[in-house]
């Protein structure tokens, strides 16, 4: 019964806190109002994803978080490091394939945002059967460490997360 | 409003606009599309990210009430910023590297844009 009413308790619970911020004040009408999208909206959609995904290990969300939000401080001032003080000519930029232990589609979803959003690397496309990524670096002198660091940062934490 | 807070919110609008700046810059300065997506891709993200915490505080002071907007903005900027990215790097691709360019993917499929996914998974 619970679950065929709230068949997505995660989707559920982002719906209802995403709709107190967006009304930005907390009182008992705007709660019952976002729970009751936190209901609906499921539901309505719930044809949309035959398959979700698991989650294991939700503290491993908060580490992950922390971990990419600080790469992405420490990126900011690289990248920003070298468009002012190095040369165009000096940027050696590099296409990475990195393969991907990670199978589901959400899991490497993930991976590419946060590639994306971190040290001087733009995800740019996926092999056609999902195995691999090719990444675009910036500047490095060494792309295989960029590869290596990748799967152990932030790869081998997703892995944990979906299992 | 005190000097402390005043002083912490033009810090954080500083070095917003700095980063601002740097990524604006990297556009100018980088020469081809691939390289270019670095600097909007990472140097806005702390660049809108000060300005939000800046205006965090400033509401905080101002009026006593924490304001959520700000995290939602870059809940949002979050999930959109590298979809955009990707999308770009892709039509780049598309339209002006060949294939044998890239380095190979190591896989029995190559990469997506020049080769079709196994049968049965193009709709998973």
Known sequence: ?163 | MDVAAELLISVFLVISGIFGFVGSYGLVKLKNTVQRLHAPTKATTLGVGGVLLASIIFFYVDTGHVSVHELLISLFLFLTAPITANFIAKAYLARNTPQDELPPSDRDFGWSIYDDPPDGEADR
């Open chain 1, 1 to 163: 019964m619970l679950t065929r009413l709230v068949p997505h308790p995660l989707l559920s619970l982002t719906l209802v806190l995403v709709w107190l911020g967006l009304v930005n004040t907390f009182t008992l009408g705007n709660l019952i109002l976002g729970t009751l999208f936190g209901l609906i909206i499921p539901m309505v959609t719930a044809a949309y994803w035959p398959n979700r995904p698991r989650l294991a290990r939700p503290f491993k969300i908060i580490e992950y978080v922390l971990v990419v939000l600080w790469d992405i401080i420490v990126a900011n001032v690289q990248v920003a490091m070298i468009i002012l003080f190095r040369r165009e000519p000096d940027i050696r930029s590099h296409w990475i394939p990195i393969p991907l232990d990670l199978k589901s589609a959400e899991a490497i979803t993930v991976l590419a945002g946060t590639i994306t959003m971190t040290p001087g690397t733009v995800s740019a496309m996926l092999a056609a059967d999902g195995g691999a990524i090719l990444v675009h670096c910036l500047h490095t002198d060494d792309p295989d460490s960029v590869r290596d660091e990748i799967k152990s940062r932030y790869e081998r934490r997703l892995k944990e997360i979906f299992p």
